[in-house]
């Protein structure tokens, strides 16, 4: 497999090489004078890492697109941005070739779990100017499948376009795909039997890759759930096949790397390091994701031979929260909380106690105001993480609902 990777990254490296400037200034230390001698994995190991600031700073300093342009700008077709959850926001450009290549990428998805031409397709989005919907809509109009367009619908036009339309395959984030099935309930629609809808696909956050999320996504659809991951600036890399053994690299279209995020080092858990082989105008060579993850050692029953995430992005390594010592991610604890199947919605907040960091979770229950719920919560936490928490029940309707990622957790320690 490195030995094809290898081939198609000289091919890329010939263009990047000659114009472009980003990556001009970052190889001219290698040691390499062209991409020919790049010739062993331990070759490619010797390119620098690429990070989210150096990419960052560059635009700033060469306002509005920065330098990594290997292609003069007529060449270019489309932009899109970063959602500058961490940092200001990063603005992409893609030429013909390369947004082809994203479709290419999201035909691997749909085809890992078997969708096909056949069937219908809600992409659920409000599609701003982020990547990921306007490429999952380039690659099913690339397989052939029907698309509805439904920026701009509120969730209960959403669930009638689906029953009208007889849609058969709904991509959303995990929370707005709860959001839906939440939506329809009230509305006396029970998703299971009056909708086609057999499998569901979800991006965005790690939801689907958390057996508690997928389980209230699959009982309210009445659908296999699957995970994707990927990135505005990376590419569409993480393809759940039907096997749901934890999320597959697409290793036909990206190089992929796990390294200690410390020493730079290989290992098997770690920060996820990838290059895209099909985005020659504006690439990224051993970008360092910030997305922290683990390797599988065993093959997939599936065949494939690309490796597995155990767990799809574990979490963001800037967004771990380190609380009384501990250092937990966000979904960690979604997957706690939502196993406990009373709660319907949940919020977070770490802050400062008098003696100690302090954990504090509200919660919304099916059952009125349960107390027995938080209890099972509280038990649930300090079984899983030995963490004590403060679980406090709110009303039906007090917290907030999400169209996009969840803002579930905040952060209003004094020293995080
Ligand atoms: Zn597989």
Redesign the pocket.
Known sequence: MIDIQLNRLREMLIPVWKSNDFYKEKLRDTGFSNPEEIQTLSDYQNLPFTTKDELSTDQVAHPPYGTNLTFPQEKYTCIHQTSGTTGSPIRWLDTRESWDWWGKCWRDIYSAAEVTSADRLMIAFSFGPFIGFWSAYHGAQQLGAFTIANGGMTSDQRIRAILTNDVTVVISTPTYALRLAEVAKKEGVDLNTDSKVRVTIHAGEPGASLQSTKQRIENGWGAKAYDHIGATEVGAWGVM?K?Q?GV?LNEDEFICEVIDPDSGKHADEGELVITNLGRVGMPVIRYRTGDFVKLKSEQ?P?G?EHR?LDGGVVGRLDNAIIIRGLNVYPATIENIILKVQDVSEFAVRAYSGDTFDELEIQIETFNPMSDETASDVIAAIQGELGLRTIVKTVSNGTLPRYELKSRRFTDDRKNK
């Open positions: 096949c096997a053994n597959h997939c599936c494939s597995i």
